[in-house]
T-cell receptor
């Protein structure tokens, strides 16, 4: 299995632009998580999907952030408009849905908003 | 309130010695999972070890063991015979949240440096 695939690996954009991050979970994993990692705030859980349905989006920082999962093999995290404080590493992770299941992480997207 | 606390921002250990990384957690769910991940400087998240809330024995995986003290809500990671390649950030995490286990939260991490 190819593991969790995220794209792009690096994204540099200017303030105000729309940014779309993409994730392909491991086949058969019906839970998907988006995290943001910064030095100041560590790893923050942004949103969780189960069977393509958003279950908990309480971690999404504000309305500029949105996430979708149109099917079992694809999810997007969109920031519109982007701001410099959104600069971070964004991780996608997938797993089966149970408390004893570990997360499999993608390689992350390093986002820089200038 | 923080669900996962790691009180050691940084730790040093001599190569070949053992080291304990502390983790305490907070939950009211009877069923939960505790995990440790390693993040080397390259950035990937590597799963190390898992402990379930109902497990009677401490988990072990090679040189990693988890010292689980349920009453104290602690889940310390013990690395035996440290190697230079163990230098990395280490995150304690907990998965809870009912049927879906949707709350998978991480602590702030401990940066471990192994000295030659």
């Amino acid at each position: 299995d190819a593991g969790v695939i995220q794209s792009p690996r690096h994204e540099v954009t200017e303030m105000g632009q729309e940014v779309t991050l993409r994730c392909k979970p491991i086949s058969g994993h019906n839970s998907l998580f988006w995290y943001r990692q910064t030095m100041m705030r560590g790893l923050e859980l942004l949103i969780y999907f189960n069977n393509n349905v958003p279950i908990d989006d309480s971690g999404m920082p504000e309305d500029r952030f949105s996430a979708k999962m149109p099917n079992a093999s694809f999810s997007t995290l969109k920031i519109q408009p982007s701001e410099p404080r959104d600069s971070a590493v964004y991780f996608c992770a997938s797993s089966p849905p149970a408390t004893n299941e570990k997360l499999f992480f993608g390689s992350g997207t390093q986002l820089s908003v200038l | 309130a923080q669900k996962i606390t790691q009180t050691q921002p940084g730790m040093f250990v001599q190569e070949k010695e053992a080291v304990t990384l502390d983790c305490t957690y907070d939950t009211s769910d009877p069923s939960y999972g505790l995990f440790w991940y390693k993040q080397p400087s390259s950035g990937e998240m590597i799963f190390l070890i898992y402990q379930g809330s109902y497990d009677q024995q401490n988990a072990t995986e090679g040189r990693y063991s988890l010292n689980f003290q349920k009453a104290r809500k602690s889940a310390n990671l013990v690395i035996s015979a440290s190697q230079l390649g163990d230098s990395a950030m280490y995150f304690c995490a907990m998965r809870e949240g009912g049927y879906y286990g949707q709350n998978f939260v991480f602590g702030p991490g401990t940066r471990l440096s192994v000295l030659p």
